[in-house]
């Protein structure tokens, strides 16, 4: 019918897992390539949860297959939502211990090693900025 309006699109969820991965007093910065979505953006590294698998299982899978690296969970900040025009992203962020491993870019442009405090002078996807908000106030009061 014409004049009647269709049913609102809700913009579609996603989940993801990223981890704040430290060593020796740094942490891992991965810019994602040209070809993904928000191009050349910055983030820490992870994927979207797969159906009924966890954040934390999502992670190790992920980690392995992005970087090629094992590494040991050492903590969680809280998930947070962030809604882009086209979809909306809740991340699941877990402070890391490299563990086995070297990180290589196997998906990402490049790839940085910064100190906590370095961390803001990188162009940020939006939803990544309250996750290095929280990470960093964490580190404070851990002090």
């Known amino acids: 019918m014409i004049g009647v309006p269709g049913p609102a699109t809700v913009p579609r969820h996603i989940r993801v897992a990223c981890a704040i991965i430290e060593r020796d007093g740094l942490v891992l910065a ?6 993904m979505s928000l191009p050349l953006k910055w983030e820490f590294p992870g994927g979207k949860i797969d159906g009924e698998e ?6 190790h899978r992920e980690l392995r ?18 809604r882009y025009a086209a979809f909306s992203v809740t991340l699941h962020p877990f402070v890391c211990a490299l563990g086995a491993g070297t990180p290589s870019a196997h998906e990402h442009a490049a790839l ?19 996750v290095i908000a929280a990470y960093l106030a964490s580190r404070e009061g851990g002090r």
Not at 30 to 35: D, I, W, Y
Not at 65 to 82: A, K, N
Not at 119 to 129: Q, Y
């Open 30 to 35: 991965a810019q994602r390539s040209a070809s």
């Open 54 to 59: 966890t954040p934390e299982e999502c992670l």
């Open 65 to 82: 297959e992005e970087l090629g690296v094992r590494v040991e969970i050492r903590g969680g900040i809280p998930p947070t939502t962030h």
């Open 112 to 130: 940085v090693w910064l100190e906590p405090g370095q961390l803001p002078s990188l162009d940020w996807a939006e939803a990544d900025l309250p």
